[in-house]
């Protein structure tokens, strides 16, 4: 019989940016994954073209390494809290997992998020303390805070004593202690693996065949792929097995591919064995958190909870006047079916349909990850329009309530009265406030979802680049009353057709352009910013007359500040209520709900009356 103790099954967590992908390129070649003579792939586990350019994990992605006689089975889960979802669902998958904190910054906001959710299911952790050759880096104070934060969290005794290893995944390689220990390879880390990761408890090879679903892949061959880790028995290609549903019901398949993890890819298996994490193929609509099971009276396997969206945005069709001019897909019928094949595999994300036709109220846990997917699709080919991120009130006790969030921020000591005045405008109220002693400002705050929305824009301009924030879902709380996040208006174009140098320098006194020279714009589009709270209409396309003293090439003198370049995030948190973001695979627009002048003046005077 298949003999699960063979397998370790973890997960890798830790907030942005501080290595966890770089620790995994170290593992799998540590494994021998690559050839001798082979090219080795930078951040192999950032498979998305949105991954490599952000730097950041956005979906979780398998792989596995085998190490003598092991098959270590690894998951590299997303760092961003807006893609909580992603690392909550792999958590039955998982037996411990590896902490990865960075030598100087120590545990972040993430690191909480994650980790308190590893330690809830019972998981095991390894310690890494990574980038221990950085600037300032501070291993043993590092060790203190990740042990503070164990007690915090409710670790367990064998949680809290936990082992650790120290290293820099950049340069490959760990240690077991800080002194007196040289550094060679990825050995200890492997050793203590192998050692302090539990084999699947639950795994059971001679029971009936059970799977949770915690992923879901495609190909194009045999379409979904359910993607989990085998709780008891066996399956092989060809087995009759059963799908239960959310719903209660039950479905009865066959499979018809089955693959396990191995290296950079995948490979065919002969037979799927408990403990181990493996894809199934064989059932049309499947999805995550539903069980296979061979024997039909068999109960479902409990799913890990996930937490509820907390912002909400308007997905509608690009009805301007360059309408499908970049783009393939501009119906509301096929945004439909592509959100709705989004929200089968990303179970945080909710869509809805609103009163107004070609509108859908699409629902996640934060702007940046609707705007993923916004990215995302317009990459592919889609049109579309987007409203203003808002956040999601509940009635409770007759009581209007809303999303806050505990705000971590790390800034240069001189800006931190600045950031304390930020987060008061925005409702927030100052926790903790400390002084780290290498010129860098700690502060924690309460402060509404609402708050966050351009803050980090905001924050940015304030420490020239230097501010670093993130931010945790907290609780629902009263509603803490108006927030007004843009105190400036906006240069609207009253005409349609393209932008002339000779327009664009006379309203460069009138504020900051977004667009350039011979850039085509239409009515109602936002072209610019004005520094006073209100909307001016301007008119970018006018040419100048030309006469027997006005010659035509003296418009090759005028130099034009070079405009505002937005990306889809900041163009998401800038615009108003009554502003859209127009995404198309060439162009990212503003522009106002309702293009035409008249048509704005009768919805002002419909809400005044």
Known sequence: MPDPSKFRNLAIIAHVDHGKTTLVDQLLKAGGTYRENQAVQER????MDLEREKGITIKAKNTSIHWHGHTINIVDTPGHADFGAEVERVMKMVDGVLLVVDAYEGPQAQTRFVL?????EGLMPIVVVNKIDRPHANAAAVKDQVLELFLELGATDEQFEAPFVYGSARDGYFMDHLENDPPVDCTPLLHKIVAHIPAPKDADADGDFRMLISNIDWDDYVGRIAI????SGSVQKGDTVHLLRADGSRVQGKVTKLFEYSGLGTSDSAVGEAGNIVGLAGFENVDIGETLVSNPEDEALPFVAIDPPTISMEFSINDG???GQDGKYVTSRVIRDRLEREIKTNISIKMEDTDAAGIFSVSARGAMQIAVLVETMRREGFEVCVSRPKVITIEKD???MEPFETLYIEVPDECANGAVRL????KGVLEHMETKGTG????QAYIPTRGIIGFEFELVNLTSGHGIFSHLFREYAPFAGEISTRQTGTLVSMETGVATPYSLF?????GRLFVGAAEKVYEGQLIGENPRANDLPVNPCREKHLTNHRSANKNDSIQLTPKVEFTLERAIEYIEADELVEATPKNIRLRKRLLSANDRKRAERRAES
């Open 44 to 47: 192999a586990m950032d498979s």
């Open 116 to 120: 308190r959710k590893a330690l809830q």
């Open 228 to 231: 989990g880790r085998i709780s």
């Open 321 to 323: 006047p360059f309408a």
């Open 398 to 400: 007759g009581r209007k």
């Open 423 to 426: 987060l008061t405008s925005r």
């Open 440 to 443: 860098r400002t700690f502060l």
């Open 506 to 510: 006379a309203l460069e006194d009138r």
